[in-house]
């Protein structure tokens, strides 16, 4: 199951629990750029329900972003798949064969003629690819070398967001420390394995991340428990467990943003509270 993070300003923290897959997320419709990217393909890990993004008609909504990438992507190995469903269907792509190709070209192709084949089983929301019929003989060709890429560029990806997060977590650490009251301290605990389904799909082996206590002489004030990175809706959430109750701070940023965004989230029927060291002192005289 997946984490599912609602969006809305009133979020109460139980709303954040795990959802199970009988409650539907925000389809990955819904979202854009890196968002739909990573939604895509969490979907197709555990949830084919989600529903992709529907396509356009015409090869004239076909983003220019989407154009460029298949240029690039043809030049570079010979072949492109539309893995976040931004063409339209093969019919209509052959159809437009020639217009497409100029496409192309005024963005940087330059091989050989194209084709676009079905794929014989679709696999990991692709069911068609376009090559240069030049370069690769066949579609059964044109598809071992892009799932190659595919899973080389998700793996370079994953690692890339495990490192993000690994960071963040580190400097939310020092960030509480600059903000601790006098006679608090932090404490490191032993970290824990990260091992989410996307790392796992990709073969990124898992990794520690840090996990700390806020105390008080003896006493345990607030322990600091990071609960997964690829939560729908967020980028990352971090449980902080009292003994009066646990709040959800949960980053809002879009993935590999320069700077996270870290909101509040309570038991109680409360707004989200943007994270400060206000809000974060606050939080600690709760918990005392």
Known sequence: MMLAIKEAGNMKAAELQTKTTTQSPRPCSSRSGDWLTECMVLSSVKRPTTGPPSMPDKLSEIPIDAIRTAAERLVGIGVYADE??????????????????????????SGGPIAIAYLERPHEGVDFLIYDSTKISDVSGA????????????????????????????????LFEKWLPNGMQIVDRAPVKMHEELMRKFNVPAQNVPTFEVVQGSNRVMRFQP???????????????????SWILVDRSTPLATAPDWFLYSSKAQPAEKLTQSSFVNLLKQSG
Do not use: C, F
Not at 146 to 164: F, L, N
Not at 230 to 245: F, K
């Open 143 to 174: 598809e071992s070398i892009w799932y190659q890429d595919y899973r080389i560029r998700w793996h370079d990806r994953v690692m890339r967001r495990v490192s993000d997060w690994i960071n963040r977590l580190q400097d939310l650490k020092e």
């Open 227 to 245: 609960k997964g990175l690829w939560i729908v809706g967020a980028n990352g959430r971090v449980d902080l467990v009292t003994g009066h109750g």
């Open 84 to 109: 976040e469903r931004q063409y339209p269907s093969v019919s209509t792509l052959r159809a437009g064969a020639t217009e497409l190709d100029a496409k192309l070209r005024s963005n940087g192709y």
